[in-house]
């Protein structure tokens, strides 16, 4: 898999103004990291920081890791003092220098695995299920002799367990668009197993969209594990084109869904194919689902 520019990075992930602190270290704007780092507990290794749009994809890689019964393979103790995600810091040369660019490390996007076994500069390989599965998550060993460090490549996709849906403005249907629409949703939910219908704060993925009308359907959850008493979803849809001179803010966009179980049905914007994602900020999960017509 490819390594994405410093260009896309910042274009999915944000840009951010920072001061130099020493030694290849360097400060970021508070307000970027407030915004976009999190900290969650992932299975295994623990409490991690990471920006908030590859949270799941670790999370998941983590977690098939301890169900397939593979933890052995990620030496704790050296990924809590050595490893980890995020990290302020420049680009790290072979030669021991530092770039002028910032690490993807500082955008939370790279994440270390077991540097002592694996050291940059050395020509060992992380074992095969490692790199598998951290792979079908989007995550790849991208520098050469630099096997500890994974880095994002792309967003998860449905195949990879994952479904991703996103919108630009509510409206209402009439007559047979409303009906297909509903259709459609009763489909996706007919379709898709209870676990992996929710969207519990960001669900990712990625399809070639955009190609003739395209519809988001997406009402709040009233399922048993989510009671409709908690209330509306206060959500943020990110439609990342894979146009790169496009901005992903051009098309992104906030919304409340009711908790009315009415379905409310989103038209997608004519960009061309894009990538789709949404986030709960506060409130009840969703349920999406997405329909194009061809006309």
Not at 25 to 51: A, E, Q, Y
Request: aromatic share 10%; with cysteine; charged share 30%.
């Amino acid at each position: 898999m490819k390594r994405l520019s410093d260009t896309e990075i910042h274009r999915i992930f944000g840009s951010f103004e920072f001061s130099e602190a020493g030694d290849g270290r360097i400060k970021i704007d508070p307000s970027w990291v407030r915004g976009n780092i999190v900290t969650l507990s992932f299975p295994i290794v623990g409490p991690v920081n990471c920006h908030r749009l590859v949270k799941d994809q670790l999370n998941d890689a983590f977690r098939e890791l301890e169900e397939k019964g593979l933890s052995h393979l990620i030496d704790v103790d050296d990924f809590r003092w050595n490893g980890g995600c995020f990290v302020q810091r420049h680009t790290k040369l072979a030669n021991g220098n530092y770039a002028k660019s910032p690490s993807r490390h500082s955008f939370g996007v790279a994440i270390d695995i077991n540097p002592a076994a694996y050291p940059c500069g050395s020509t060992r390989q992380q074992p095969k299920a490692l790199r598998d599965i951290f792979s079908k998550r989007g995550f790849e060993v991208v520098v050469e002799k630099d096997p500890m460090h994974f880095e994002f490549v792309r967003f998860a996709t449905e195949e990879d367990g994952r479904v991703l849906e996103a919108g630009r403005t509510g409206k209402s249907l009439k007559g047979k668009e409303e009906e297909d629409m509903a259709g459609a949703f009763r489909a996706y939910q007919s379709e898709k197993p209870e676990k992996d219908s929710f969207i519990e704060g960001l669900y990712t993925g990625k399809n070639n969209f955009g190609h003739g009308r395209v519809f988001l359907i997406i009402r709040v959850e009233k399922g048993r594990s989510y009671p409709a008493q908690e209330g509306d979803a206060k959500v943020r849809v990110y439609v990342i084109p894979e146009d790169i001179s496009k901005k992903i803010e051009t098309h992104s966009f906030d919304r409340v869904i009711p908790a009315d179980n009415r379905p409310l049905v989103f038209e997608l914007p004519k960009i061309g194919g894009f990538s789709l994602h949404i986030e709960v900020q506060e409130g009840s999960p969703v349920l999406c689902a997405v329909n194009q017509h061809y006309s």
